[in-house]
């Protein structure tokens, strides 16, 4: 690879093989809106080269939005209900029904959907009330390449309340535009309203793509 993406947080997700299960917790929700202005990095050229002035005005809107600078804006009671609401509108026959938080023993929790055999959605929170700081969803390989990319897009839509226009945005700048095509063992990363999208590993259906908030003090980049 070209360029390595590490991800502490993470870290924590990917060793977890667990199958959803347990009782869903209640939350009230906390939305977070998205703007009109995306920086792409990683390799692929932004879709808004305007200096530093825009990105400022947006990290400040975005920050009003946020709950800190190591969260992503929702909990995950509220991801599971736009992501079943955005699977629904777009015909796609996925549900989150059922999670259960694990105890790391470091002040985090983590939790384990299983969409399908190899689709997985994980979790990352410092405490199951609290807005998360994480999302994770790993694809390996047995259903359609436009199935993954469809769920790449819902949980975009989900996790920052972001427009069609600027989901599709992100989708192009992560490389995620040719469904019929190969992938390009490329690792990219998109920022947009004060989150990071990130592609790893990406090689035809099998990749990892996760949300993280841009300032989070546990992403490492080199």
Not at 40 to 68: I, V, Y
Not at 86 to 105: F, R, S, V
Not at 126 to 142: C, Q, R
Request: glycine share 10%; hydrophobic share 35%; charged share 30%.
């Amino acid at each position: 690879m070209e360029k390595r993406l590490q991800l502490i947080i993470f870290a924590l997700v990917l060793v977890l093989d667990l199958a959803a299960c347990g009782n869903d917790k209640d939350d009230n929700s906390t939305d977070a809106t998205a703007g009109d202005n995306t920086e792409t990095t990683g390799g692929t050229e932004g879709t808004d080269s305007n200096a530093e002035g825009d990105e400022a005005g947006d990290d400040a809107e975005a920050g009003n939005e946020l709950q800190n600078d190591q969260t992503i804006g929702l909990t995950m009671d509220e991801f599971k209900d736009k992501f079943n609401e955005h699977a629904a509108t777009q015909g796609l026959d996925y549900k989150i029904e059922k999670y259960q938080w694990l105890d790391q023993g470091d002040g985090t929790q983590t939790a384990t959907i299983e969409l399908h055999d190899d689709l997985r959605i994980n979790g990352l929170s410092t405490g199951d009330k609290d807005e998360m700081k994480a999302i994770l969803l790993e694809v390996e390989g047995f259903e359609p390449r436009q199935t993954a990319f469809d769920i790449v897009d819902i949980i975009i839509k989900s996790v920052g309340n972001v427009a069609e226009n600027d989901a599709k945005k992100i989708m192009d700048g992560l490389g995620l535009e040719k469904p019929n095509e190969e992938g390009n063992y490329l690792e990219k990363d998109v920022e947009h309203d004060g989150l990071k999208y990130l592609l790893l590993s990406e090689r035809s259906n099998y990749f990892e793509f996760g949300i993280v908030n841009k300032n989070d003090p546990d992403l490492i980049v080199d």
